[in-house]
């Protein structure tokens, strides 16, 4: 039987801007840099990150939905368009979307659910909004309750990336197996509960 490889992301937690030297080190299909970790990421130097503009993902994850520190939203719609303009792919909330006018074609349009399960209808009405022209939909979903049922029933769409919160890391990789398009791994710490390293997913995923 084949099967369809997810593109693996290496998920490296920007500290501090010296971090962000470290990408060109990083072998795998794509780099999300969560600046969220840093206290001011809107002022990050990004010409040190427009030639991987290919390979890079910029994530400044808002605080409800798993990030590290607040962010002043204002300056996060300016900072995405900003990414837009430079042709830098970045991961955006779909309840960002909701209140900001951000383009988001070819671009990660998350929702993550950390307190609570959301319905089916409400994950197929985010998949349907977006799915078309995102580069993915991707949906984290703690891993409690029927959890898994509804991470499944997501994959039955088109462009999907899911994966569960604080579950079996093994789990990430089953669910990748079964159709995810993404798959995320840490690069030095761990930036989502139930993460494996991002090199242990490419030994791993090298098996089929």
Excluded at 102 to 129: D, G, M
Aim: charged residues 30%; hydrophobic residues 40%.
């Amino acid at each position: 039987m084949k099967i369809n490889r997810p593109l693996i992301v290496a998920s490296l937690a920007v500290t501090s801007k010296e971090k962000l030297r470290k990408i060109h080190s990083i072998n795998s299909d794509l780099i999300e840099l969560r600046l969220d970790y840093l206290e001011n990421p809107f002022d990050v130097p990004l010409h040190w990150i427009k030639d991987l503009r290919n390979k890079v993902i910029v994530t400044v994850r808002n605080k409800e939905e798993g990030g590290i520190n607040e962010i002043d939203e204002d300056k996060k719609r300016d900072f995405l368009k900003k990414l837009y303009r430079l042709g830098i792919r970045y991961d955006v909330e779909a309840k960002f979307l909701e209140k900001h006018d951000i383009q988001y074609e070819n671009q990660i349009v998350s929702a993550h659910f950390l307190s609570r399960l959301p319905s089916k209808k409400e994950l197929r009405e985010i998949i349907s909004k977006y799915y078309r022209n995102a580069f993915a939909v991707k949906l984290a979903i703690k891993a409690k309750g029927n959890y898994r049922e509804l991470l499944i029933y997501a994959l039955n769409f088109k462009n999907i990336a899911v994966m569960p919160i604080d579950g079996d890391p093994i789990e990430r990789i089953a669910f990748a197996l079964l159709g995810s398009k993404l798959v995320y791994g840490f690069v030095s710490i761990p930036t989502a509960e139930g993460q494996l390293s991002y090199k242990e997913l490419i030994r791993i995923f090298n098996y089929f």
